[in-house]
């Protein structure tokens, strides 16, 4: 679909694929395959964080990082790409033992790609704030959702009493991700990384 | 950077490395079954022990198959730390602070504990595939599972090219750090958003790389015949279907059994 005239459109946000499955040409896959290995880098520094507070129960830093870098590779590649960056981390964390418990992001991870994928498609221009903001909300909401289930069916916790906890991550997710998505497309576009 | 565990299965010293990978995906995944069906005791005693054994016989190297444990042991000590306050039953003391009541559950304690159990079940049996279980030979199993040689050459790839996007990261830290800015010394607060300085040029190097790698991919044909060949093959012995059969089998009792209301 053809910009407006002084708009960018970066591809995959209606777009000039579709975005399922996005780009699988060797470069869409190899470049999420690199974003997906930039996240697992910025993590060592969120996870420390992390594992300090609440010994990863309740990941922020990791969180807003994941957000971030896993909408960025949805956005740019498409679901196939987000998809890619999402589940390399799990994998990789586990491999290299620096996570036993990596696997159970597998599908927290996948759920970012997908309302990545869901709210970009319905944006004419992916880098708006409506767009970034709109997916850190959906993104936020759906990782609490899912995470009530794993901490009620795997942990036995008592999800009711940690309510002020939820709400404390779902406060920081939302923002923070939404202006590092924001600054970091509008930084690929200007570094013209972007091929329409 | 942790060693890749894998580095055990190139070395190529136990007969568990020449197991097919999916079998040993069945046997993890019959672990995740059993140890999502049940806490009791002495189900998850066993499967730990079995796991244990098959460390012993196939002369896994215990200290870096068992030292990802150590990871985990913050979020056990906060999922039962949670679990021996926040419980309402079993309760062996309680104080009030500030107007408000701190109680400790001998019941909530106990129950952290077998949750530390099930964490530890699902992280060494993960932790024992990545041990035995080489990438290629993972690749391989894949492709035969008709997922597309590209998706499947992805884990791969990515294992390979770690070292060098982690090399790039502490680069752009160092030059950062040489311009004045300190990701450690700041309030541990605020570190989360000094990752942004960081993000931003780690993630222009990454899409640049990827470019330049495409296109070498590219130029040697990267997937365009379909009938891929392999350095490496996968079979299924007897011993692989006798593995599948025991670990589904052990899996779908204690699911059973779980489901009837015994354990």
């Known amino acids: 679909m053809a910009a407006k005239a002084g708009e960018f459109t970066i591809p995959l946000a209606k777009m000039s694929i579709k975005p399922v499955p996005g780009r699988v040409d060797s470069k869409g896959v190899v470049s999420s395959i690199f974003l997906s290995l930039a996240m697992i880098g910025l993590l060592q520094f969120g996870e420390r964080l992390d594992t300090f ?9 990791g969180r807003i990082i994941s957000i ?8 740019l590649y498409g679901l196939v790409g987000g998809i890619i960056v999402a ?24 759920a970012q790609a997908v309302c990545a994928w869901l709210v970009g498609a319905r944006f004419k221009n992916v880098i708006s704030w409506p767009c970034v903001v709109a997916y850190t909300v959906a993104a936020s909401l759906v ?54 | 950077m942790a060693r890749f565990l894998y580095t055990f299965a190139l070395e190529d010293r136990s007969w568990a490395t020449h197991l097919h990978p999916m079998t040993m ?6 672990v995740a079954i059993i140890a999502f069906s049940t806490l009791h005791l002495g189900v998850m005693g066993a499967t730990l022990a079995a796991l244990l054994l098959f460390m012993a016989v196939g002369r896994l190297p215990t200290r870096s198959t068992l030292a990802p444990l150590v990871l985990i042991l913050p979020l056990c000590f906060f999922i039962t730390l949670i679990q021996t306050l926040a419980r309402p039953e079993g309760i062996v003391a309680s104080w009030s602070v500030a107007g408000r009541e701190i109680t ?3 019941v909530g304690f106990i129950l952290g504990l077998r949750i530390t159990l099930r964490v530890v079940l699902l992280a060494v049996v993960l932790t024992i595939f990545f041990t035995v279980v080489h990438p290629a030979k993972f690749t391989k199993a894949l492709c035969d599972l008709r997922v597309p040689f590209k998706y499947a050459y992805s ?15 502490a680069t752009i830290k160092n030059a950062q750090q040489s311009r004045g800015y300190d990701i450690d010394q700041r309030n541990p607060f605020l570190r989360v958003f000094r990752i942004f300085p960081l993000m931003v040029p780690l993630v222009l190097i990454a899409l640049r790389r990827a470019s330049t790698i495409a296109l070498a991919l590219d130029l040697r044909a990267f997937g365009a015949r379909p009938d891929r060949t392999f350095f490496v093959d996968v079979k299924r012995g007897p011993l692989d279907l006798g593995l599948r059969a025991v670990g589904l089998s052990a899996a779908a009792v204690v699911l059973i059994a779980a489901i009837a209301g015994w354990i």
Do not use: C
């Open chain 1, 53 to 61: 507070f609440f010994g990863g129960l309740f990941p922020v830093s």
């Open chain 2, 155 to 169: 884990f791969t790839l990515a294992l390979r090219f770690l070292p060098l996007m982690l090399e790039e990261l």
């Open chain 1, 87 to 110: 589940d390399i981390n799990p994998l990789i964390a586990t491999a290299t033992g620096t996570s036993p418990i990596a696997p159970f992001w597998l599908l927290t991870n996948a």
């Open chain 2, 104 to 106: 400790i559950s001998a």
């Open chain 1, 143 to 196: 990782l609490v959702a899912m995470y009530i289930p794993l901490h009620v069916f795997y942990f036995k916790m008592p999800w009711q009493k940690m309510l002020t906890l939820y709400a404390f991550q779902t406060l920081l997710s939302i923002p923070v991700p939404a202006i590092f998505l924001r600054g970091l497309l509008s930084v690929i576009r200007n570094a013209g990384f972007v091929e329409e």
């Open chain 2, 25 to 30: 995906a069945t046997l993890a995944l019959s």
């Open chain 1, 68 to 75: 971030t870098m896993i909408g960025l590779g949805t956005m």
